[in-house]
C-alpha cells in the first residue's frame, strides 16, 4: 500500500477486539435476524437468510474464532463480498466509519501465522485503539469456499 492514500474503513468488534473491514467489501449492515439453518451444512455455516433477490450464507465471525456468541440489541449482519460470493458475517456490534491513511496500515505480526494470518490485511491504531483489518476474501479456505458454493447451488 502506498502513501498518501485514504483508505475508509468499517469498524465492528467481536468480542474483546476491534476490526474493519474496507468499506468497498460491506454492502449493507443489518440487525442480527436468526438465520435458517441447513441440516448437514459445514460446521462453520449459521445457516442463510433473504437478502435482495436471494439467500446469503451466513457466518458467525464470533464462533470462527471460538469466541462466545450471544446475541443482544447491539449484534449485527454485515452483508460482505468474500471470494466472489455475497456472505452474511455476524458480528457483536458495529462501531463506527473510519478514514485512515494508507500509510499507517501495517502488517501483521510475524507471531501471526496460518489461517488467521490470511485472512489479515494488517493493523492500525486509530485513537489509540488497535484494529485489525480483515480481507474478506480470505474469510475461507478453498475447500470451505467449494462446500460454500454447493450448498449455495442447493437453494
Known amino acids: ?15 474483546d477486539q476491534d476490526f474493519a473491514l474496507e468499506i468497498s467489501q460491506v454492502e449493507r449492515i443489518l440487525r442480527y435476524e436468526a438465520p435458517v439453518g441447513l441440516p448437514n451444512s459445514p460446521d462453520f455455516l449459521e445457516g442463510f437468510m433473504a437478502h435482495a433477490d ?9 464462533r470462527r ?31 463506527e466509519v473510519i478514514r485512515v ?13 496460518g489461517l488467521a494470518a490470511a485472512y489479515i490485511a494488517g493493523m492500525v491504531t486509530y485513537d489509540d485503539t488497535a484494529i485489525v483489518i ?17 450448498v449455495g447451488a442447493d437453494e
Open 65 to 95: 474464532m471460538a469466541l462466545d456468541a450471544t446475541v443482544d440489541d447491539d449484534t449485527r449482519t454485515m452483508i460482505v463480498e468474500a471470494a466472489e460470493q455475497r456472505i452474511g458475517v455476524v458480528v457483536d456490534r458495529v462501531l
Open 54 to 62: 436471494g439467500m446469503v450464507p451466513v457466518v458467525d465471525l464470533r
Open 1 to 15: 500500500m502506498s502513501g498518501g492514500e485514504d483508505l475508509q474503513l468499517v469498524v465492528f468488534r467481536v468480542g
Open 134 to 150: 480483515l480481507n474478506a476474501g480470505k474469510f475461507f479456505t478453498t475447500s470451505e469456499q467449494v462446500l460454500l458454493a454447493e
Open 101 to 113: 491513511d494508507v500509510a499507517a496500515i501495517v502488517a501483521p505480526p510475524p507471531l501471526v501465522r
